[in-house]
């Protein structure tokens, strides 16, 4: 069974850091893909940011590129969110969520991009981690 538990959320001022993690149970994780995605109050869900499963090809949505860093441990089978220079738009429930990568995709470099703007494309999803940027 499937399970992704995110955490590191919290209240945070403008300018700070925070670091997110995901863990995964019951699934090799380097065969997944994994992505994260927030969802702020009235908006819909989001895609920020993916990596890849083998090679850990990586994708940034441009509201966040040069803030928000993804990073993947496969054998602690945790995915990273680096978070720094928050702002007050950051605020959301960040959640991840796991794509098994079929084996043609696995050498591909923006097979993230390709899926990072459906949200149905992803099989499994945690329970989300709530962050606020506040002063």
């Known amino acids: 069974q499937v399970q992704l538990v995110e955490s590191g959320g919290g209240l945070v001022q403008p300018g700070g850091s925070l670091r997110l993690s995901c863990a995964a149970a019951?699934?090799?994780?380097?065969?997944?893909?994994i992505g994260w995605f927030r969802q702020a109050p009235g908006k819909e869900r989001e895609g920020v940011s993916c990596i890849s499963s083998s090679f850990g090809f990586t994708y940034y949505a441009e509201s966040v590129k040069g803030r928000f860093t993804i990073s993947r441990h496969n054998s602690k089978k945790t995915v990273y969110l680096q978070i720094n220079s928050l702002k007050t738009e950051d605020t959301a429930v960040y959640y991840c969520?796991?794509?098994?990568?079929?084996?043609?995709?696995?050498?591909?470099?923006?097979?993230?991009?390709?899926?990072?703007?459906?949200?149905?494309?992803?099989?499994?999803w945690g329970q989300g981690t709530q962050v606020i940027v506040s002063s």
């Open positions: 969520a796991a794509k098994r990568v079929p084996i043609l995709a696995k050498y591909s470099s923006n097979y993230c991009g390709q899926i990072i703007g459906s949200t149905a494309d992803f099989d499994s």
């Open positions: 019951g699934f090799t994780l380097d065969s997944y893909a």
